[in-house]
């Protein structure tokens, strides 16, 4: 099945700094790549998606980058603020397109 | 996030007991899926649906089972809960080949 890696575990940056998260994954067939925010207690919460017949997407101060020739997809998060403190999920979906599989998380720190 | 509910969101049980985790969406969305998340393994798939009646194992379902007899609902067993099955349970549902949405979650302690 699919693999799915994430890098860093954990990340801290100064308010205003970009922070970047990289994951990589196994299964060619997979063709689309979403990213889930989780606050401390919260629930994952969707917050960019990328398919696989796009290079990149951007929304406000966040990015998302697709490399299918290296399987590999990178969040950007530009500006960054306080509120940006949380941990990251990549995920990719199988091959059948249903199922995700997710990275183990980034844990982000914006220090004010 | 008001289309997807579990309940109970916290419960504690003894090892050895029953204990049934509910899940229910609004959306009417063919896939659901039960993840558990613990430190240091993110989410893990146990069990996912794609339509009533039509279940199957995901990553780590030994100890677990699911059912699903109405599209909106679909229900966790632990048949004899252990200690090791202490987590976070989230629930998520999707249309077909979208973006799973979470529901809140409910956080089991096996005593």
């Known amino acids: 099945g699919e693999n799915v890696e994430q890098h860093p575990s954990t990340l801290s940056v100064q308010e205003g700094d970009s922070a970047v998260i990289k994951c990589t994954y196994s299964d060619s067939a997979s063709n689309y790549f979403p990213w889930y925010k989780q606050e401390l207690g919260k629930r994952p919460q969707l917050i960019i998606d990328i398919r696989s017949n796009v290079g990149e997407k951007k929304d406000q101060r966040i990015a998302v980058t697709l490399n299918k020739t290296a399987k590999h997809f990178s969040l950007h998060i530009t500006e960054t603020q306080p509120e940006d403190s949380a941990v990251y999920f990549c995920a990719a979906n199988s091959n059948t397109g249903n199922q995700f599989y997710f990275g183990t998380g980034t844990s982000l720190t914006v220090i004010p | 996030d008001a289309g997807i509910t579990q309940s109970p969101r916290y419960k504690i049980t003894e090892t050895g007991r029953q204990v049934t985790l509910m899940c229910h969406q609004t959306?009417?969305?063919?896939?659901m899926f039960w993840y558990r998340q613990d430190l240091g393994h993110g989410l893990r798939l146990i069990y996912y649906s794609a339509a009533a009646d039509i279940t199957d194992k995901g990553e780590v379902p030994d100890g677990y089972v699911v059912s699903r007899s109405k599209t909106e609902n679909f229900p966790l067993t632990l048949e004899s809960a252990t200690r090791s099955q202490t987590s976070v349970y989230f629930c998520?549902?999707?249309?077909?080949?979208?973006?799973?949405?979470f529901g809140p979650g409910t956080r089991l302690l096996v005593l």
């Open positions: 998520a549902s999707s249309e077909i080949q979208g973006p799973q949405y």
């Open positions: 959306w009417s969305h063919s896939y």
